[in-house]
């Protein structure tokens, strides 16, 4: 629980969500919420949240021996902008976020020679969604 406090007067409250299943599917989300003053509900909304429901189509090309540009397709019109995300073992995670539904591509420079990276790239909306990969 959550207290509000209005002058000298504390009000205890909580806010509970529900998932609606029955409006959602993989890529949409249907929640509603409302908050509840001593067991007497005040308000209630109503909210839909949705993630890409494309899987990007990903690949790279060597720009020189320590860095490449990826390239990605998505066909889906529901995409605010894009995490990329670059692993490989033994090394920290590397993450970008492209916040322009428009860009189809990102240079990454300072990669290590002879490693090899895992690159992932999501497309987001209100969500992440599913993610396209490939090796370097």
């Known amino acids: ?13 909580s ?17 509603e919420c409302g908050a509840m003053f001593e067991n007497m509900q005040v308000t209630a909304l109503m909210t839909s949240i ?11 090309e060597d720009i020189n ?17 894009y995490i990329i995300t670059i692993t490989s073992s033994n090394l920290p995670d590397i993450t970008y976020q492209v916040n322009d539904e428009t860009v189809r ?8 020679r002879e490693t090899d990276y895992n690159i992932e790239v999501r497309g987001y909306y209100d969500l992440l969604g ?5 090796t370097a």
């Open 1 to 13: 629980p959550y207290y509000l406090h209005l002058g000298e007067e504390m009000y205890k409250y």
């Open 15 to 31: 806010l509970p969500v529900n998932w609606n299943a029955t409006n959602s599917d993989f890529t949409h989300h249907q929640f």
């Open 50 to 60: 949705r993630a890409p429901d494309g899987i990007p189509s990903v690949d790279y």
């Open 65 to 81: 021996a320590t860095a490449i540009r990826i390239f990605w397709s998505i066909s889906t019109s529901f995409v605010n902008g």
């Open 105 to 112: 591509e990102f240079v990454v420079n300072e990669l290590l």
């Open 130 to 134: 599913a993610p396209g990969s490939v």
